[in-house]
């Protein structure tokens, strides 16, 4: 097993335990975009599952988006030979996406949209009760960032997300997985990688921004990427300003009194009644 094999397992495993996201009889849909992040989710998955005492069943999930130039010989047989159970579902969302997206706009929002449903429809109707991403540690501080910056929220990509009809749940097992780790895996195993580029979409120019600003940050403080990680795991309610996750309206209600250092702290109340019993009021004390 190379070093970076091992950090990389050592990475999913302690995030698939942190979040709980695997359980026996689990049977987990593996989505396979042809990509760097899910072949090494794949290949990961499959090794952790070897080590584990659970039972759970993995199943790869490739779609065919029918996109210009998509071939998946290489693909099908790299999963062939590892022997993983898997499926390339053909749905033309590509035609789709360029009847509905104006010349110039980046398709991504709603190509990224179809295929979400049509993966949670087959989910659906084969039983799965997990869906698996392959999204990784920079996805999430990205996210994060984007959404701060962009639409006025505080949000990434969860480990783990009940969907909204509530029949799945997405984890993402690469949560704690650097980028620069996972391509430097995808060239040590020589992935059969499918170019995420025919669809001919423009570079997402926010994204690639944002990752820009992450990376010149960390050339100061190499902690920045992991600390940016750290941060979407450790919020404190009370520091934001989101009056459904704090009450400040009524911390008035949270007061303690304050008690002077040195000052005698209040009778016991037999002793008061005594005291007042002979006529001496308690504040002259
Ligand atoms: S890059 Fe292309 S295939 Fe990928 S999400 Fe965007 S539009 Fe879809």
Redesign the pocket.
């Given at each position: 097993m190379s070093r970076i094999e091992k950090k990389l397992l050592h990475y999913t495993g302690r995030a698939i335990a942190d979040y709980n996201m695997i359980q026996n009889g689990d049977r987990v849909l593996v989505c396979v975009?042809g990509g760097k992040d899910s072949f090494t989710m794949l290949r990961l998955l499959h090794l952790l599952r070897m080590r584990s005492n659970k039972q759970f069943d993995l199943f790869a999930l490739t779609l065919d988006?029918a996109?210009p130039g998509w071939d998946d010989t290489e693909l099908k047989g790299w999963l062939d030979r590892y022997g993983y159970a898997h499926e390339v579902l053909h749905r033309d969302?590509?035609s789709v996406?360029i009847d509905k997206i104006p010349d110039g706009k980046?398709?991504?929002?709603?190509?990224?949209r179809l295929?979400r449903g049509h993966i949670y429809r087959y989910a659906k109707d084969h039983g799965f009760n997990k869906v698996a991403l392959g999204h990784h540690r920079d996805d999430l501080i990205e996210s994060l960032l984007m959404s701060i910056l962009y639409s006025g929220e505080i949000r990434s990509m969860p480990p783990k997300l009940l969907t909204n009809d509530k029949h799945h749940i997405v984890i993402r097992p690469l949560a704690y997985c650097q980028e620069a780790d996972i391509i430097a895996y995808a060239g040590e195993q020589a992935f059969p990688i499918i170019p995420?580029?025919?669809?001919?979409?423009q570079k997402?120019m926010t994204r690639a921004r944002v990752k820009e600003l992450i990376a010149t940050l960390a050339q100061d403080n190499p902690k920045v990427p992991s600390n940016m990680l750290n941060a979407i795991g450790n919020v404190r309610q009370s520091q934001l300003m989101d009056e459904n996750l704090w009450n400040y309206k009524d911390l008035e209600k949270e007061l303690v009194p304050y008690q002077k250092p040195g000052v005698e702290t209040r009778q016991a109340p037999e002793k008061q009644s005594k005291l007042s019993a002979i006529g001496v009021k308690s504040e002259a004390i």
């Open positions: 975009s988006q996109q969302t590509y996406v980046t398709y991504c929002s709603l190509c990224s295929r995420c580029n025919l669809c001919g979409s997402n």
